[in-house]
């Protein structure tokens, strides 16, 4: 298979894995799905794959699609039985009645349960623990006085650590990636949030995440959010909007709807990240 | 005379080993030793002996009379209804709970630390995440409960739920019934009340009225 298109059918089958993950995360219709779209493409690239990454790939993809139609059949069997309720419905009849109504409705089908709660052997034990443990609160008070120290001197690096000269270095090292971010970005003026923050230690990618988390909120970049594709890019703006700084621009000027997305970067996404990085060479 | 001495003695052996039997599971149901309240069907197998479901059943007419019962609420995934027969396999990996019988009257839940509000912030929780095929997530229902009560509480309210057990929240978001809601709350039956319940004239003008009032309710009694 020629590399150009091995990369495309690679992307494709990554993309209907992601597609059929978070549909079934999310709690989607199924049905949203087309199966056989999912299943021609598969069926495009199958007689050509020959290493066994990709036939692993397809075989993933394959098994997604099926997770997807077995969700579909789960869908329609919920559907025909007596317990199906229309959500359209229920919202409706949810929003219209009253919280007089509606509490007492439910008080009809709430049978709570009967507990009581005492100190078990164990928490006596644990008790009888912390206080042999603690001490007086003459010694305690002698503990936390201030203790003297002579005068020195303080290199730069401790001043940053202890945070007196924490923000100028942040906000230089934002702009150098900023700067970084503009190099990146292809002929579409857009990179891939993993193929941005990514780097070759985990601790390095969050730091990156961190800072890249500021350049949007400051309005150095903009970010480009496919929910069903679970894509997020990064978009450089040529000059920020905002004045960084103490004086930052009040964010009622700001044209564009601003809101929150929270980006796990957790560990198993950057292994993942970096297997697929060094797939695509 | 010795003839009839024999099945009575035998008798009253018997009635003591159940009334023993009976308060050890009463102590092992109703004091809580984890996290979550009542015991598990193995728990109370070992501690009562192989006969433990017969004890249960002695416990529970016991208990009608207290308009209390013993709940059985097997282990997720073993279906939506309750196994007609079911395995011993099955009873074992089963919670035991003590629940109400009967129903509670709005004053009753009062006295319990429970606003009308944060109650039909419960029902309108659950019954959301049933109709959405048990998950929801947690921006809708916020929405849904933002018509109703003050964003503030909506928050507080959603936390407090899932603290007691009565919802869950997965990695996504989603929101999902808990073991609590499965113990405490006959879904199906709260639905049907639900579709059943007619809408008072004007109501759709007090979405978000704050309610207080509950002496009107006192008057209704017991449903259940």
């Given at each position: 298979?020629?590399?150009?298109k ?14 059929c993950?978070?549909?079934?995360s999310?709690?989607?219709?199924p ?8 299943v ?26 099926a997770s ?5 059949s ?10 199906y309720?229309d959500?359209?419905?229920?919202e ?12 007492k ?58 945070g ?12 150098s990636?900023?700067?970084?971010l503009?190099e990146?970005?292809g ?19 969050v730091?990156r ?19 069903l ?25 700001r ?9 796990p ?5 950057w292994v993942?990240?970096?297997?697929r ?5 | 005379?010795?003839?009839?001495e ?14 023993m ?22 728990e109370?197998?070992r ?10 059943k ?16 097997f ?6 209804e ?10 074992n ?11 509670l ?13 944060d109650?039909a ?27 109703k ?21 997965d ?16 879904t199906?039956k709260?639905i ?23 002496k ?9």
């Amino acid at each position: 298979m020629p590399r150009g298109k091995r990369k495309v059918g690679r992307e494709d089958l990554q993309g209907i894995i992601e597609l059929c993950r978070s549909v079934r995360s999310r709690g989607l219709n199924p049905f949203l799905v087309d199966v056989d779209d999912l299943v021609a493409v598969l069926r495009k690239y199958f007689s050509e794959w020959d290493a066994p990454e990709d036939l692993c790939l397809d075989a993933e993809a394959l098994n997604e699609i099926a997770s997807i139609i077995k969700l579909q059949s789960e869908w329609v069997k919920r559907r025909s039985t007596s317990l199906y309720t229309d959500p359209f419905l229920l919202e409706e009849k949810l929003r219209s009645l009253s919280n007089e109504k509606t509490a007492k409705v439910f008080l009809q089908a709430w049978h709570p349960i009967a507990e009581l709660e005492q100190l078990s052997i164990r928490s006596l034990e644990e008790a009888l623990r912390y206080w042999e443990d603690l001490l007086p609160l003459d010694e305690r008070m002698l503990r936390e006085r201030a203790s003297k120290v002579e005068p020195g001197t303080v290199t730069r690096e401790e001043l940053v650590k202890s945070g007196i000269l924490a923000e100028e270095a942040f906000l230089e090292e934002m702009r150098s990636l900023w700067r970084e971010l503009k190099e990146k970005t292809g002929m579409d003026g857009r990179i891939r949030y993993w193929d941005f923050i990514g780097s070759q230690s985990y601790e390095e990618s969050v730091r990156r995440a961190y800072l890249t988390s500021f350049l949007v909120t400051y309005g150095y970049a903009t970010m480009e959010i496919y929910p069903l594709e679970d894509e997020i890019f990064l978009k450089p703006l040529k000059e920020p909007p905002l004045q960084i700084g103490r004086e930052t621009l009040r964010w009622e000027k700001r044209k564009e709807q601003l809101f929150s997305i929270p980006v796990p970067i957790s560990y198993e996404e950057w292994v993942e990240w970096r297997s697929r990085r060094r797939r695509e060479g | 005379m010795e003839k009839q001495e024999a099945p009575r003695r035998l008798r009253g052996r018997r009635k003591a080993y159940y009334t023993m039997k009976m308060r050890r599971a009463v102590h092992l149901l109703l004091f809580k030793r984890h996290s979550k309240p009542g015991a598990k069907g193995w728990e109370l197998r070992r501690s009562l002996g192989p006969d433990y479901m017969k004890v249960l059943k002695v416990l529970d007419d016991y208990l009608e009379k207290l308009d209390l019962k013993v709940n059985v609420v097997f282990e997720e995934g073993t279906g939506k209804e309750a196994p007609e027969n079911p395995t011993p396999e099955q009873l074992n990996r089963a919670r035991f709970y003590i629940t109400l019988r009967g129903t509670l009257t709005p004053s009753e839940t009062k006295l319990l630390g429970w606003r009308i509000d944060d109650i039909a912030a419960l029902a309108i929780t659950i019954s959301y995440i049933i109709s959405k095929d048990g998950k929801a997530p947690r921006k809708e229902v916020e929405d849904l409960l933002k018509v109703k009560l003050p964003g503030w509480r909506t928050e507080t309210n959603l936390n407090r739920f899932i603290r007691y057990g009565y919802i869950g929240e997965d990695e996504n978001g989603q929101l999902y019934l808990d073991w609590r809601t499965r113990a405490e709350v006959d879904t199906r039956k709260l639905i049907d009340l639900l579709l059943r319940t007619e809408v008072e004239e004007g109501s759709l003008n007090r979405y978000g009225r704050s309610v207080g009032s509950m002496k009107a309710d006192d008057k209704g009694g017991r449903t259940g």
